[in-house]
């Protein structure tokens, strides 16, 4: 049971595992199982993120509702959801409608209600934004299932984006504060969270309209959210976090954010120069590639003198998830090369998680750090 002693362990673990293992599908033959480019999306989204995102939530919910952490049963019961729903996924076109629509759903379902059950219970109102999020991801997770709902699945990276806007833009200048006063530096960050929230709207603009019908306003929106999250981290000192690697990691990827966003932008109005389905790879491979990592990395660092350590092995890790988005984007403006560029990024991609897995593994052993994801004293989550 110490495994599920805490959520971050089971869930972060399985969702690097299932960063690592997903791309394997391609070299499965392709009668076996379900469509490979629709499960292969499917389950990055729904199966990697889906496990990031609830790992996150369950670790910061005791600091937001000031009482003990989420029970090992209730990690255990949804790490079986989880599991189930990844059977679900990969026999999908082998299951009835009714199989299919329970176990796509039970995961977030479950995560849902833990998460409505602690912050109802304890008064936490501003929080339910957590609820509604993992409601939208378990509908979506049912409209886009591998063998349909491209659709919904083009459209699951800005949702994802406007998560990382929401946790990271309150996360990443928070530990840039901290570190700041910790080192006696005498001004402080300044932080206008209302550009995220404009930028934000903006983004849920754009999942509204078609890129076909609307493609010049649906470009220009993303443009726009892109350039109030760059105002808003012009203030964050990122560059003077690299005495801190542990902290420059999350500045460098949450830059990816703006990028996609603004790579999407300028894909939906000249789609001759980026194509769409290329562009996304900015919020799939960059954004959410990075940011999951340089969250969930936090939990196996090594603490020493109010400072996270990071090692050479989830140096290379991260190195190697930004080197294998920034080769994806790339593809088509690539020179020929010996090796097929997108079997480049591929292998850049699971030796990079492979990297973060082996890094990952003191998490899981021993007592559980508090706090997980900070190495101040003072801070719970």
């Known amino acids: 049971m110490a495994f599920f002693e805490a959520p971050h362990r089971p869930l972060f673990a399985l969702a ?5 293992t997903a791309p394997a599908v391609w070299l499965l033959p392709g009668s076996f199982g379900p469509d490979r480019a629709a499960w292969h999306a499917h389950e990055l989204l729904f199966g990697m993120g889906g496990a990031a995102v609830g790992g996150y939530l369950l670790t910061a919910l005791p600091a937001w509702t000031k009482r003990g952490p989420v029970s090992a049963a209730a990690s255990g019961g949804l790490t079986i959801l ?3 729903a990844r059977l679900t ?3 999908w076109d082998y299951l009835p409608a009714a199989i299919r629509l329970i176990g796509i759903s039970a995961y977030f379902a479950g995560l849902t209600g833990v998460l409505a059950c602690h912050l109802l219970s304890a008064g936490v109102w501003h929080r339910l934004w957590a609820v509604v999020a993992t409601s939208i991801l378990g509908g979506a997770s049912i409209l886009s299932g591998p063998g349909d709902g491209a659709a919904i699945r083009s459209t699951m990276p ?3 984006s406007v998560l990382i806007i929401l946790i990271g833009g309150r996360a990443v200048p928070a530990f840039t504060r901290h570190w700041l006063e910790r080192t006696g530096e005498p001004a402080p960050i300044k932080d206008r969270p209302s550009l995220s929230h404009a ?6 603009g754009a999942c509204c309209l078609d890129m076909q019908e609307h493609a010049l306003a649906k470009g220009i929106l993303l443009m726009l959210a892109a350039a109030l999250v760059l105002v808003r981290m012009r203030h964050w000192r990122s560059l003077e976090t690299a005495r801190y690697p542990a902290l420059f990691m999350m500045h460098v990827a949450f830059m990816w954010t703006p990028a996609g966003l603004l790579l999407l932008g300028v894909a939906s109005i000249f789609p001759d120069e980026i194509p769409a389905p290329t562009a996304l790879h900015g919020l799939t491979m960059g954004a959410m590639g990075t940011m999951i990592p340089s969250f969930m990395m936090r939990a196996a660092m090594t603490r020493r003198g109010g400072r996270l350590l990071v090692s050479r092995t989830m140096t290379g890790a991260f190195i190697l998830v930004c080197l294998s988005a920034s080769i994806r984007l790339c593809v088509a403006w690539l020179p020929d090369l010996p090796v097929d560029p997108v079997a480049l990024a591929t292998l850049c991609w699971m030796a990079g998680w492979g990297l973060f897995l082996r890094a990952y593994l003191p998490a899981l052993r021993g007592p559980v750090q508090r706090p997980v994801l900070s190495a101040s004293p003072k801070r719970r989550q």
Not at 16 to 20: L, V
């Open 199 to 204: 930028a934000i709207i903006a983004i849920l």
């Open 89 to 91: 996924a990969f026999t």
């Open 16 to 20: 690097g595992f299932w960063a690592f």
């Open 158 to 160: 800005l949702l994802f």
């Open 82 to 84: 989880w599991l189930a």
